[in-house]
């Protein structure tokens, strides 16, 4: 699963998870498996929304009756019971017309704090949460809406509906092989799952043998391994997190395995900011070393350093040379060119020396 955001001052954030951990590859590629002629991938709220193989849409048919069942966003429920005429007439719409963008619905009152989301639009969310219409492609990153039967496969659509116990077994197991060894509320975040019934999923989990109960050192709460989890003597990782990173965007976690506080300070005025904006943590090996708040400045051709932090317990040589080796692969995976260092953060001089060789 891969998180979508529409924050563009860096790449979209969908993009990065697989340069973190594939290197320099083609995005169109992405682009492909999710909005081309033959998409493998659908969009819908995982954990948040979210990019996902096709083959987990049954396990997201619970969400989308809960939809229709009133259960989404307060607001967004109660638009779906009082405009229902409304909304149906959205549908059909799309029905008639083919693929259409909110902007396609853009009439009526725009409501503060629904990011100023017309009537149109809200109608269209209720939809994609329920699950009966769902993104056909992208403009930029405007989503373009098609009902759900012309663009899933219809063998798909055609496999049976797991039961909602049945769906959640299946997630939980999908978020233990991504996480390798979580606590029970990490498990139940990885897909945004709901609280009630969640002791009973996991005790039946561990009774299957899908879960193994472990304790970490240093952890409050008891862990699940999963069965097939590697254990490694030693990670080769050298990697640059999105800060929607599935690694790490249960910040709860992240802390726990890391020992560093992760905060998305994109919303926190900028004189309060500690990090920056777009602040990427850096990972080398198994800890998070360095951070660094960055930019692609298109216009330019550059990608910039606007602030860059070496945590207190890392070796300030070996994080910057590798650092500079990374930033420098995705200057070029941007089709940018240099790589230009400001001045803010303990990290900054010692980075531009790595970068200029001097």
């Not at 033959?38 to 819908?44: A, D, G, N, R, T």
């Not at 019971?81 to 693929?99: H, K, L, M, N, Y």
């Not at 009526?108 to 149109?120: F, Q, T, Y």
């Amino acid at each position: 699963m891969v998180q979508l955001d529409s924050v563009n001052v860096l790449t979209r954030s969908h993009y990065l998870p697989a340069f973190s951990r594939l290197g320099s590859y083609r995005r169109e590629h992405l682009e492909d498996l999710a909005w081309g002629a033959k998409p493998s991938l659908f969009e819908y709220w995982g954990h948040e929304a979210s990019l996902m193989p096709l083959a987990l849409q049954p396990l997201m048919r619970w969400r989308m009756a809960r939809a229709r069942e009133g259960e989404t966003w307060t607001g967004l429920a109660r638009f779906g019971r009082e405009r229902s005429d409304f909304i149906t007439a959205v549908r059909r719409r799309i029905e008639t017309e083919g693929p259409l963008t909110g902007g396609d619905f853009a009439s009526g009152p725009r409501v503060a704090g629904w990011w100023n989301w017309s009537d149109g639009k809200r109608a269209l969310e209720w939809l994609f949460w329920a699950g009966e219409v769902t993104t056909r492609t992208r403009r930029g990153f405007e989503r373009v809406y098609d009902l759900t039967e012309r663009v899933i496969p219809k063998a798909i659509l055609d496999l049976p509906t797991p039961t909602e116990a049945e769906a959640h077994r299946a997630l939980l197991r999908m978020a233990s092989r991504a996480l390798g060894v979580a606590t029970a509320g990490d498990l139940r975040d990885y897909y945004r799952l709901p609280a009630r019934g969640m002791a009973e999923r996991l005790a039946e989990l561990v009774e299957a043998g899908d879960l193994v109960p472990a304790k970490v050192e240093g952890w409050r709460q008891p862990a699940y391994l999963h069965p097939d989890a590697g254990r490694p003597r030693r990670s080769p990782a050298a990697a640059l997190l999105s800060p929607f990173d599935n690694l790490i965007w249960r910040r709860e976690r992240a802390e726990r395995l890391f020992g560093v506080r992760i905060r998305l300070e994109i919303y926190t005025p900028s004189h309060r900011r500690e990090h920056g904006y777009y602040v990427l943590p850096f990972l080398l090996g198994d800890a998070i070393v360095a951070r660094v708040d960055l930019k692609a400045d298109r216009k330019a051709g550059r990608l910039r350093v606007l602030a860059a932090h070496v945590e207190p317990d890392a070796a300030v040589e070996a994080t910057c040379e590798a650092l500079a080796a990374r930033l420098s692969d995705m200057a070029r995976w941007l089709s940018l060119g240099d790589v230009v260092v400001s001045d803010n953060g303990g990290l900054a001089a010692s980075l531009s020396r790595c970068l200029t060789g001097a």
